[in-house]
């Protein structure tokens, strides 16, 4: 394999900026679909609900259940000037957290924050990465981010949300995520349904809360050196079970997003660790032990998640998908069309 597969700037594209998608298609089914068939080297052009003519009876669909949580929060120091805190992640209380801050020159250790509903939080540390550990004073805290905090969108979003769910699967379900498991949003409750009756398709269901880390821009020249973000994950025996049961029948394991790859090959290269976080960086080349078929998203350039598909399609495969991609004017990003590698 050539030295150049690890280089940053062979994945990085010019994208026009109208193509970058800032809602999603109602109804979600209705987004394009393309699908590449690693096998053929083809490329169709499909809509989503079409996923049903390419998944068979007892393939495995595996979803991310995790929910996004309004982790977005508009405050003030103690002199007045504005601060923004997002939430990343507890940091071993219900009441201290990991998160960012805004302005983050101006936020030091100690300083006090004040948020609405009268909860206060103090800046316990700031750490090398740039990010701080706050406490709140507020026992009930948690329970109030409904009320004070906001869905946090990525910031190429940039078109105000009428309906936070519009940012939620319909399958979400345990609280912890900063950011949505994007491939998941293109599936209504309809289609699911007539996936499992219809189809006889089975559905299994893992937790991985995405972070931050998700959209932040990968600088290293050579991409083996990038550090890569940790992420907490949750996986039952039950879904394991299945995936042996599905591999037994030779029937196919399809991943519902990169975060349902990145939990399912951690948890082949670990198989006694269903729960804790995973560093698992996934690049050119890699051995998938697990995943047959994966749904994404058209990812940003430069991303680890570029990274990722490429790995799992063929780097050259995925560029050129890209480039049609937008010559066929998809839509991009979180609220974009989508893929399916088969």
């Known amino acids: 394999m050539s030295e150049n597969i690890f280089n940053l700037e062979k994945y990085d594209y010019q994208l026009p900026e109208e193509l970058i998608a800032q809602e999603p298609v109602e109804p979600r089914d209705m987004c394009r679909l393309m699908v590449l068939d690693r096998a053929k080297r083809s490329i169709d052009h499909k809509i989503f ?4 003519n390419y998944l068979q009876p007892g393939d495995l669909l595996v979803i991310n259940n995790t929910k996004v949580i309004p982790a977005r929060l508009l405050g003030k120091k103690e002199t007045g000037a504005n601060v923004e805190v997002l939430l990343l992640e507890r940091n071993g209380s219900q009441n201290i957290w990991k998160a960012l801050v805004k302005p983050g020159s101006k936020i030091k250790k100690g300083n006090i924050l004040l948020f609405p509903d009268n909860i206060v939080c103090e800046v316990l540390e700031h750490l090398e990465d740039g990010t701080r550990i706050l406490e709140f004073k507020d026992s009930n805290f ?3 981010i409904y009320k004070i905090g ?5 910031p190429y979003i940039k078109k105000h949300l009428d309906d936070p769910n519009q940012y939620q699967t319909e399958y979400a379900k345990y609280e912890g995520a900063v950011a949505a498991p994007t491939a998941g949003l293109h599936f209504t409750q309809d289609l699911l349904e007539e996936l499992q009756g219809k189809n006889g ?3 299994a269901e893992i937790t991985l809360h995405v972070g931050l880390g998700t959209f932040r821009p990968v600088k290293e020249n050579d ?3 990038y550090n890569i973000h940790e992420e907490y994950y949750s996986v039952s025996k039950d879904v394991l079970e299945k995936i042996a049961r599905t591999k037994a029948k030779g029937k196919k394991v399809i991943a519902v997003g990169t975060t349902v790859v990145r939990t399912l090959e951690s948890i082949a290269l670990e198989p006694d660790k269903l729960v804790g976080k995973t560093k698992l960086y996934i690049y050119p080349p890699f051995e998938f032990r697990i995943v047959d078929s994966l749904i994404t998203n058209f990812h940003l350039p430069k991303s680890s998640l570029l990274f990722l598909v490429s790995a799992f399609a063929g780097y050259d495969y995925i560029m050129n998908a890209y480039k049609v991609a937008i010559e066929k004017r998809y ?4 609220f974009g069309d989508a893929m399916f590698i088969i």
Request: glycine share 0%; net charge positive.
């Open 49 to 52: 609900k079409d996923i049903k």
């Open 142 to 144: 948690y329970s109030k």
């Open 150 to 154: 906001q869905i946090p969108l990525p």
């Open 201 to 203: 398709v089975n559905i």
């Open 223 to 225: 991409i083996r050196q």
């Open 331 to 334: 839509r991009f990003f979180s």
